[in-house]
């Protein structure tokens, strides 16, 4: 079937060109055109009298040429019929018939004469039936419905492939797709056996591998779609023109690209309540230059176009190819310690953000969550009336080239983060350099249940794709980097049998960058703040180090700090921060050290080994330092100069640090060595 199908695309093709030479217009030329394929038949008839006749003149005496015609007549059909192995059973037939009524009446036209007896009757009657039989034949071919019938008659696809007692069903054709239901032998073949040769059907097809692809029957162990898609219509590059939605929800489709038949490749990132799907994690993985940069330009521009979700993100390679969209961030990280204290904030606004969901009646973050709450059925007052208590947006935290980042984090760690984070409204993305196991631990690749995976090495399929999605025909390691943009999509909400088709997204060009600008302006304008419970814990994990995202008319003033001043004002008597968050004053001046006795401690050699008493003071100083500086997340190699500077060891700053961990100004993170500052109004 599959065969018969590229066949007739083929004689499609052949028949547009055939419309293109004949296309002078006028009746007599469109019958000519329509009846060219079909006189082949008549000429062989109209040859056949004439070879008698000449035979006849030439031989009509001969004993011997009558024993000759005979064995070439006989040798004829024979030859024919061997020949026609390869094709179908019938198509053979019909030719070997053909050939033995022709030989027969060429040799009794040679020896009787063509108009002796019942010769010329039998070619006048018997030869425009054969001919016409021809003609028959070739309309059903033409004819789409014929061509998706009901079963494998001449099997010949597969049977070159080793699955000879398959049968296909009735096949689907759309434009460039095929679906064909396939059937196995019972009790002798599975599901195993197609997905193993898939290859070779592509190979007698004359495709790529990754045209063809099966997606077995969840409920049988023999039953599947065959899918053949002939044209790779990804060739052609698409740009990117600017969002596809802008202003809409995070919980509506994010398109990132198309599929090879043309439908929208798209992306959920938050639960769909309705559909019992859970808000997800996603992995962005490719090798060098397969189109993970742009990828990732495609999925934050759709996200800043979002009116109500929020995105922390970490790029180590400072924001090389995320600069235009920056200012639409709310909170931007290059790395380092930034990511760390980040990480830190990931956690600590976890807890806070469900339980604010919870406390509104919400059982996963939707986007009504994220809109101020005057429903009294999702309302935090006891008493039953609507709270108007501010919304929530979605949070996306993205974590670019997250190799070192997800390896301190620790497995643990970071699954239980992955784990919890899922219900509390928050999507974490990571982007992967090298996709591999030496990148990432089985264990952390198992918490993001989505991901874009695009060319890579082949070796490294396993870890970017589940294997029932490579076993269905998807391929990535075929594209390398060859393929730019070439990806495939698993994640909840796209239909399974989606998996294994290949995507691409959009090119960026570089008359983008002025869209992205554009589309940065209107976020921070438009784009939902982050809201007193997301800010206020945020603030009391990383200080100074979070600003919120910046309004383009107040620099100073930060919509997420404008947002927890509004929240001041307000008198909810309802859940609003977190208890030991509440008494934060995030425009509050931290205390300054260089101010009274305290001496500055950055910059200045002592000259000699400070007292005990002295030296932790001068450590206490440190810690403020830090803090005001805005770098959160410490560790002894952070003190190094400052240990040269004092005539102190690491090891003294070591347990000073366990020390601080103990009053709780500082917290462990999962890092060893490495301590999260507990911000001096928090601790005190
Ligand atoms: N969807 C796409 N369609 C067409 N071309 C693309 C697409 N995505 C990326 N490209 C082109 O492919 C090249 C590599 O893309 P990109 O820089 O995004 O890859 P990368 O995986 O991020 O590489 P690296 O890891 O080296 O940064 C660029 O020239 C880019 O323009």
Same mark, same amino acid.
């Given at each position: 079937m599959a065969e018969r199908d590229a066949q007739r695309q083929l004689a499609e093709l052949l028949e547009v060109q055939l419309q293109g030479g004949s296309d002078a217009g006028g009746v007599g030329k469109y019958l000519l055109h329509r009846a060219k394929p079909h006189v082949p038949p008549w000429l062989g008839w109209a040859g056949t009298g004439l070879v008698g006749a000449l035979g006849h003149w030439q031989w009509g005496e001969s004993a011997a040429a009558g024993v000759g015609l005979t064995l070439a007549s006989v040798a004829l059909t024979g030859a024919t019929w061997l020949m026609g192995k390869s094709t179908s059973q019938q198509r053979r037939l019909h030719s070997a018939v053909t050939v033995a009524a022709g030989s027969a009446w060429v040799t009794a036209a040679c020896l009787?004469?063509?108009?002796?007896g019942p010769v010329d009757d039998l070619y006048l009657m018997a030869g425009p039936v054969m001919a016409l039989s021809w003609n028959v034949r070739m309309v059903l071919r033409h004819n789409p419905e014929g061509s998706?019938?009901?079963?494998? #008659?001449?099997?010949s696809l597969l049977e070159k492939v080793g699955l000879a007692r398959a049968q296909i069903g009735e096949a689907k054709v759309e434009p460039n797709r095929v679906t064909a239901p396939v059937a196995l032998e019972a009790g002798e073949q599975t599901n195993d056996d197609v997905t193993k040769a898939l290859a070779r059907i592509a190979s007698a097809l004359d495709? #790529?591998?990754?045209a063809v692809r099966y997606h077995a029957d969840?409920?049988?162990?023999?039953r599947g779609d065959l899918v053949i898609v #002939?044209?790779?219509?990804?060739?052609t590059v698409a740009d990117w023109?600017?969002?596809?939605?802008?202003?809409?929800? $995070?919980? *509506?489709p994010l398109v990132i690209g198309r599929y090879d038949d043309g439908a929208p490749l798209q992306v959920w990132l938050p639960g769909d309540p309705e559909t019992k799907r859970n808000s997800t994690h996603l992995l962005i993985a490719g090798g060098t230059g397969s189109g993970k940069g742009e990828t990732a330009l495609n999925l934050l521009s759709e996200i800043l176009s979002r009116r109500d979700v929020i995105v922390w993100f970490s790029d180590p390679k400072a924001f090389q190819d995320f600069a235009p969209l920056?200012?639409?961030?709310?909170w931007s990280a290059e790395g380092g310690t930034d990511t760390e204290v980040m990480v830190e904030s990931v956690k600590a606004v976890i807890p806070a953000r469900t339980r604010w969901l919870g406390a509104h009646g919400y059982r996963q973050w939707v986007p009504?969550?994220?809109?101020?709450?005057?429903?009294p059925a999702h309302s935090c007052r006891s008493d039953g009336r609507a709270c108007g208590c501010e919304g929530m947006p979605f949070l996306v935290s993205w974590f670019e080239e997250a190799a070192n980042t997800l390896r301190n984090l620790g497995d643990d760690a970071f699954t239980g983060i992955a784990q919890e984070a899922r219900s509390a409204g928050i999507s974490l993305v990571v982007s992967l350099q090298r996709p591999s196991y030496d990148q990432m631990s089985t264990s952390t690749r198992a918490s993001l249940p989505s991901v874009i995976a695009l060319g890579c090495d082949p070796r490294d399929e396993g870890f970017s794709l589940p294997e029932a999605v490579l076993d269905a025909g998807a391929h990535p390691g075929a594209w390398g980097n060859r393929r730019p943009g070439y990806c495939y999509l698993v994640s #909840?909400?796209?239909?399974?049998?989606?998996?294994?088709s290949p995507g691409r997204t959009l090119a960026f060009p570089a008359r983008a960058v002025k869209t992205m600008e554009q589309l940065a302006a209107w976020a921070q304008r438009n784009g939902a703040p982050a809201g007193p419970v997301t800010a206020g814990a945020v603030s009391g994990v990383a200080g100074r180090a979070y600003t919120g995202r910046t309004a383009p008319d107040s620099a100073e003033q930060t919509t997420a700090l404008r947002a927890i001043e509004e929240e001041d004002d307000m008198?909810?008597?309802?859940?609003?921060?977190d208890p030991e968050d509440a008494? $934060?004053?995030?425009?509050a001046e931290l205390p300054?050290?260089? *101010?009274?006795d305290d001496a500055p401690i950055?910059?200045?050699?002592?000259g000699r080994k400070p007292s005990p008493e002295e030296a932790r003071r001068l450590f206490a100083d440190a810690l403020v330092e830090f803090e005001a500086a805005g770098q959160m997340v410490v560790g002894p190699k952070d003190f190094m100069d400052w240990c040269d500077r004092h005539h102190l060891s690491r090891p003294w700053v070591s347990e000073r640090l366990k020390e601080a961990a103990m009053d709780g100004r500082l917290e462990a993170t999962n890092t060893t060595g490495r301590w999260r500052i507990v911000p001096l109004l928090a601790a005190a």
């Amino acid at each position: 079937m599959a065969e018969r199908d590229a066949q007739r695309q083929l004689a499609e093709l052949l028949e547009v060109q055939l419309q293109g030479g004949s296309d002078a217009g006028g009746v007599g030329k469109y019958l000519l055109h329509r009846a060219k394929p079909h006189v082949p038949p008549w000429l062989g008839w109209a040859g056949t009298g004439l070879v008698g006749a000449l035979g006849h003149w030439q031989w009509g005496e001969s004993a011997a040429a009558g024993v000759g015609l005979t064995l070439a007549s006989v040798a004829l059909t024979g030859a024919t019929w061997l020949m026609g192995k390869s094709t179908s059973q019938q198509r053979r037939l019909h030719s070997a018939v053909t050939v033995a009524a022709g030989s027969a009446w060429v040799t009794a036209a040679c020896l009787a004469g063509p108009m002796t007896g019942p010769v010329d009757d039998l070619y006048l009657m018997a030869g425009p039936v054969m001919a016409l039989s021809w003609n028959v034949r070739m309309v059903l071919r033409h004819n789409p419905e014929g061509s998706a019938g009901n079963s494998n #008659p001449d099997g010949s696809l597969l049977e070159k492939v080793g699955l000879a007692r398959a049968q296909i069903g009735e096949a689907k054709v759309e434009p460039n797709r095929v679906t064909a239901p396939v059937a196995l032998e019972a009790g002798e073949q599975t599901n195993d056996d197609v997905t193993k040769a898939l290859a070779r059907i592509a190979s007698a097809l004359d495709l #790529p591998t990754s045209a063809v692809r099966y997606h077995a029957d969840p409920g049988s162990a023999r039953r599947g779609d065959l899918v053949i898609v #002939p044209e790779d219509q990804l060739a052609t590059v698409a740009d990117w023109e600017g969002p596809s939605n802008l202003g809409g929800s $995070i919980a *509506e489709p994010l398109v990132i690209g198309r599929y090879d038949d043309g439908a929208p490749l798209q992306v959920w990132l938050p639960g769909d309540p309705e559909t019992k799907r859970n808000s997800t994690h996603l992995l962005i993985a490719g090798g060098t230059g397969s189109g993970k940069g742009e990828t990732a330009l495609n999925l934050l521009s759709e996200i800043l176009s979002r009116r109500d979700v929020i995105v922390w993100f970490s790029d180590p390679k400072a924001f090389q190819d995320f600069a235009p969209l920056r200012p639409g961030l709310d909170w931007s990280a290059e790395g380092g310690t930034d990511t760390e204290v980040m990480v830190e904030s990931v956690k600590a606004v976890i807890p806070a953000r469900t339980r604010w969901l919870g406390a509104h009646g919400y059982r996963q973050w939707v986007p009504a969550a994220a809109e101020q709450q005057n429903d009294p059925a999702h309302s935090c007052r006891s008493d039953g009336r609507a709270c108007g208590c501010e919304g929530m947006p979605f949070l996306v935290s993205w974590f670019e080239e997250a190799a070192n980042t997800l390896r301190n984090l620790g497995d643990d760690a970071f699954t239980g983060i992955a784990q919890e984070a899922r219900s509390a409204g928050i999507s974490l993305v990571v982007s992967l350099q090298r996709p591999s196991y030496d990148q990432m631990s089985t264990s952390t690749r198992a918490s993001l249940p989505s991901v874009i995976a695009l060319g890579c090495d082949p070796r490294d399929e396993g870890f970017s794709l589940p294997e029932a999605v490579l076993d269905a025909g998807a391929h990535p390691g075929a594209w390398g980097n060859r393929r730019p943009g070439y990806c495939y999509l698993v994640s #909840p909400g796209v239909a399974e049998d989606r998996y294994p088709s290949p995507g691409r997204t959009l090119a960026f060009p570089a008359r983008a960058v002025k869209t992205m600008e554009q589309l940065a302006a209107w976020a921070q304008r438009n784009g939902a703040p982050a809201g007193p419970v997301t800010a206020g814990a945020v603030s009391g994990v990383a200080g100074r180090a979070y600003t919120g995202r910046t309004a383009p008319d107040s620099a100073e003033q930060t919509t997420a700090l404008r947002a927890i001043e509004e929240e001041d004002d307000m008198n909810h008597g309802g859940l609003l921060l977190d208890p030991e968050d509440a008494h $934060i004053d995030p425009e509050a001046e931290l205390p300054d050290p260089q *101010e009274g006795d305290d001496a500055p401690i950055f910059g200045q050699n002592t000259g000699r080994k400070p007292s005990p008493e002295e030296a932790r003071r001068l450590f206490a100083d440190a810690l403020v330092e830090f803090e005001a500086a805005g770098q959160m997340v410490v560790g002894p190699k952070d003190f190094m100069d400052w240990c040269d500077r004092h005539h102190l060891s690491r090891p003294w700053v070591s347990e000073r640090l366990k020390e601080a961990a103990m009053d709780g100004r500082l917290e462990a993170t999962n890092t060893t060595g490495r301590w999260r500052i507990v911000p001096l109004l928090a601790a005190a």
